[in-house]
């Protein structure tokens, strides 16, 4: 965590009294912030301005909303180029702007794997140890129970984890995605994980995950979307069920499917559609109806009606509207990939809007490692 600076009290002219200055003149200040890591800053500059800013009621009702812009989380290397000691960097890719701010994830520290985000909570562990949650801004932490069925030992097997809903509003549940292309769901307060068969004939390999309203939902490499249910949750013995509820894309290329909800709480499946020959990728977005008797429909979107979209391989989807932030282009998705050039991976945001299907991309800043994965977060305020 960033350490807050010490305000002068001295009645010296030469020393800023940045303590004394005028708190209309401070909430005239918070009314122009618009991204959290500015609001960061000034809640770090001393204790008047984060007392300030606590209660400031309308900046809080903005930044607590789930339509604040993602930033990319990024690893980079120290300025010695230690492999072992990595911070965790949040970078503006709107404004291309790095913040200073840094979350520390080092073989030397207390947490050594991250497994990306979700609800502005980080997903980390110790060394092959039981998945902690951890809060990039108040670092408060949540650990979570061992995996402990016989296929999964360890988190090494861990691919993504996505979250209900922000732990500080309350209880919620937890979906993991594992080896072996297994589900593990585990509600809060339990001690114990309820998993998926891994006896599944042909196997599924769940691009991604989430929760939406009361259900949890799949999507497949090929493109089918799968309901997913806990049967007589409550104890050890609970199972995970898979249904299929929309079947596979005919298509002769790979397929990423994504999940995300808009601002006005609909659900989205964005299909991203490339080949490993042609470095060239096409979206499809789709809105997804699910009436009562768990059927689903999918019904083509060309517009996005002025949001945007953040999409990546470690984090929940995200979407804003883009007329609150300058320079977030409107009807467009921006989605963070792994990109193959001439046999040289590099990470890279693709950037297609709906629109005119125009698809441009552009390279993280220098610095970052190539073992970063793609993901978007939006710290949370809720401390």
């Known amino acids: 965590m960033a350490k807050r600076s010490r ?19 401070l909430g005239l200040i918070l009314h122009k912030l618009v991204y959290i890591p500015n609001y960061i800053s000034f809640n770090s500059v001393c204790k008047p301005w984060n007392s300030l800013s606590s209660t400031h009621k309308e900046k809080q009702a903005l930044l607590n909303n789930k339509q604040q812009l993602p930033w990319l989380l990024l690893s980079s290397l120290n300025n010695d180029q230690n492999l072992l000691d990595e911070k965790l960097k949040l970078y503006n890719f709107i404004g291309k702007q790095m913040s200073n ?11 050594s794997c991250w497994y990306g985000s979700s609800h502005g909570w980080l997903i980390t562990s110790k060394t092959d140890s039981a998945l902690i949650l951890l809060n990039p801004l108040s670092g408060a932490t949540i650990h979570l129970p061992p995996l402990r069925n016989r296929k ?19 209880s919620f549940e937890v979906l993991a995605h594992c080896a072996y292309n297994m589900l593990a769901h585990h509600k ?8 998926s068969s891994t006896k599944i004939f042909p196997p599924i390999y769940y691009h991604d995950i989430t929760f939406y309203k009361d259900r ?33 894309l005919m298509a002769e290329s790979f397929v990423d499917g994504y999940f995300v909800e808009t601002t006005n709480g609909d ?17 499809e977005v789709h809105r997804l ?43 467009t998705i921006y989605c963070g990939v792994y990109f193959i050039d001439d046999l040289d991976r590099q990470l890279k945001v693709e950037v297609f ?6 698809v441009a991309t552009s390279c993280f800043p220098t610095g970052c490692l190539e073992s970063s994965f793609p993901t978007w977060l939006v710290p949370t305020m809720k401390l």
């Open 7 to 25: 305000c002068s009290t001295s009645s010296n002219f030469s020393t800023p009294n940045w303590a004394g200055l005028d708190p209309d003149l």
């Open 101 to 111: 701010f840094q979350i520390l994830i080092s073989s030397r520290d207390e947490y």
């Open 152 to 170: 999964i030992m360890k988190v090494s097997g861990v691919t993504r984890v996505i979250l209900s809903r922000d732990p500080c509003s309350g």
């Open 188 to 195: 809060y307060g339990d001690k114990f994980w309820t998993y």
């Open 216 to 248: 949890m939902l799949g999507v497949n490499e090929r493109g089918g979307i799968l309901s997913i249910d806990v049967v007589n949750h409550g104890d050890e013995f609970s199972k995970i069920k898979i249904n299929e509820i929309a079947p596979d």
């Open 267 to 283: 659900l989205l499946m964005v299909y991203r559609y490339y080949t490993n020959s042609v470095n060239t990728s096409a979206y």
């Open 289 to 331: 109806i699910m009436d009562s008797n768990g059927n689903l429909e999918r019904i083509p979107v060309a517009n996005l009606g002025g949001e945007s979209l953040f999409l990546g391989q470690r984090s929940c989807g995200m979407s804003v509207l883009a007329s609150n932030y300058p320079e977030c282009m409107p009807n």
């Open 353 to 358: 809007n709906l629109e005119n299907k125009s």
